[in-house]
């Protein structure tokens, strides 16, 4: 007779996979009615779930309007800057003159704080063009890096296959390449389409209109209703939120029985990425030039008057050579005085926390699977739609320019960094196991040396969101620093300010994330690493 087949008995219900995410947020979700209900947090600046419902609900006639004009400008702005970001990718892959000639632009994009430059998009374009443009060039850097990334990290030898055939690079781009970087691609795209909700409603709150979140929101703020605020933060969050899951899915779809066999880690030659024969020098120039000449062309092509639009020679002309450029010089290194310090502080305790929660990921996953709900939150949720309810919560001081900066800093960070611990050789982590090294020795040994390249790629991609942050803290919250200076020089009509503030503020972004490079460059060098090219 056949045995009799054992089958598994059946989990207990507390650990199923699903159980503690949604134990989490239920507790999360109880805590909130508690401190809402009995005025516990900030004499009632964080209201109720019921009382924020109960807003809603007064308030739906209004927001099918504010999220339809959203929705358009993120989904136009969605499409057409993940088909620029694509073409570009495709052609530095190609091209590797073209990619160090267009550096300058794309870390100019990855860093500019879009606040700065929604007033200038509203000065020189009309319609929803502003807020399709902002929503295009939040998605343009994360998609362009993922489809480099995706592009370069093939099997070499499937390309050797192409190319012994009789194919060219085409050949290898189409049959290869492409076909390779289809999941990066669309994780860039899931990680791109919240930054498309957030242009979005960036360029409503700084360039007016009548339909939008963003509008909604900034004609809610003097109302003292603080259900009101909650509830269109968390209709906004609710629309990030959707988008970054529905292409979640999709990629889980497209690419869930996609396994990769190999991959290669290396960068290109250095002859491919220098260019070959062009001199080092000449490429850097064009890369520092390409920007500035895009700026040009972008004023000229649109005829922007001149009293309005400002080209390059124009701010330098309003700092330097008019009767008023040392009163603007004064104000405007006062503003980056008080701006600068809590940048630099809040990204450094950005990174700190994510240290710490990568880490505990490491040594207590069930803590930090506790606060994954509440990281997530913090992640889809507009940083535009945040900063109003960190000021009901905390006031108009610094604290609340510092936690904002710290919100919007650490979960990125913390993913890099994870990532960064996670990909760390099991052989290499079995060594100390070996002579009976606990988890902590472990990952002081292994773990945290081989994540030091992750901890700078967070470094850079934190520096940017910490300006951003802090500038519109400034515009809401504290009344100081660069945000305020551009907020001012809006009700002024200080079109000369308005382009001195942001061209300030991407300079200082760009200079900062440089620093980071370089830095990341002489460390990882000392330790016989390679750093970002």
Wanted: glycine share 10%; aromatic share 10%.
């Amino acid at each position: 007779m056949a045995a009799e087949q054992v089958l598994p008995a059946p989990k207990p219900l507390n650990q199923a996979p699903w159980f503690a995410p949604v134990r989490n947020i239920v507790i999360l979700l109880v805590l909130w009615e508690v401190a809402g209900r009995f005025h516990l947090v900030a004499d009632g600046a964080l209201p109720s779930l019921t009382a924020i419902v109960e807003r809603f609900w007064a308030d739906r006639a209004d927001y099918p309007a504010h999220v339809w004009s959203t929705l358009v400008s993120s989904a136009l702005g969605f499409a057409i800057g993940n088909i620029v970001a694509v073409a570009a990718g495709i052609l530095f892959v190609l091209s590797p003159l073209a990619a160090r000639l267009f550096r300058g632009f794309n870390v100019t994009i990855f860093a500019v704080p879009t606040i700065a430059i929604a007033p200038i998009l509203a000065l020189t374009m009309t319609g929803i063009s502003p807020r399709v443009t902002l929503a295009a060039m939040g998605c343009y850097f994360v998609t362009m890096t993922a489809t480099v990334v995706g592009l370069t990290q093939i099997d070499l030898r499937s390309a050797d296959l192409v190319r012994a055939y009789g194919g060219g690079k085409w050949d290898v781009m189409r049959f290869v390449q492409l076909r390779s970087a289809l999941p990066i691609i669309l994780a860039g795209l899931q990680v791109a389409a919240p930054n498309a909700v957030l242009g979005a409603i960036l360029a409503e709150f700084g360039g007016g209109g009548r339909w939008g979140l963003g509008i909604y929101l900034l004609g809610s703020l003097g109302r003292a209703d603080p259900p009101r605020l909650w509830s269109i933060g968390l209709v906004a969050t609710a629309i990030a939120g959707i988008a970054y899951f529905i292409f979640g899915l999709i990629s889980a779809r497209v690419t869930g029985a996609s396994k990769a066999v190999t991959m290669t880690t290396s960068l290109p030659p250095a002859g491919a990425r220098t260019g070959g024969q062009w001199p080092s020098l000449a490429v850097a120039f064009g890369s520092i030039a390409v920007p500035l000449v895009l700026w040009w062309a972008f004023i000229k092509l649109l005829g922007v008057p001149e009293m309005i639009g400002k080209t390059p020679w124009g701010v330098i002309e309003y700092l330097f050579f008019l009767p008023l450029s040392q009163q603007a010089q004064t104000r405007l290194l006062d503003a980056m005085g008080q701006t600068l310090p809590i940048t630099i502080v809040g990204t450094f305790a950005g990174l700190a926390a994510a240290f710490a929660l990568s880490v505990s990921s490491r040594l207590v996953p069930n803590f930090t699977r506790a606060l994954m709900p509440v990281a997530l939150f913090s992640q889809t949720m507009p940083l535009i739609a945040t900063i109003p309810l960190f000021v009901l919560l905390l006031g108009r001081g610094w604290l609340v320019t510092l936690i904002i900066t710290i919100s919007v800093t650490f979960f990125p960070a913390f993913i890099t960094l994870a990532q960064g611990m996670k990909m760390t050789p099991r052989a290499a982590l079995d060594l100390p196991k070996a002579y009976g090294a606990g988890a902590w020795t472990e990952l002081k040994l292994v773990g945290i040396p081989a994540a030091l390249p992750y901890l700078f790629a967070a470094a850079r991609l934190t520096v940017p969101r910490a300006l951003l942050g802090v500038m519109i803290a400034e515009w809401l919250a504290t009344g100081k620093g660069l945000g305020n200076l551009l907020n001012q020089s809006r009700g002024y009509l200080d079109y000369g300010m308005i382009w001195t503030v942001a061209a300030a503020s991407v300079v200082l972004s760009v200079a900062l994330y440089q620093i980071v490079v370089l830095v990341e460059r002489r460390v990882l060098a000392n330790m016989g690493m390679r750093g970002s090219e």
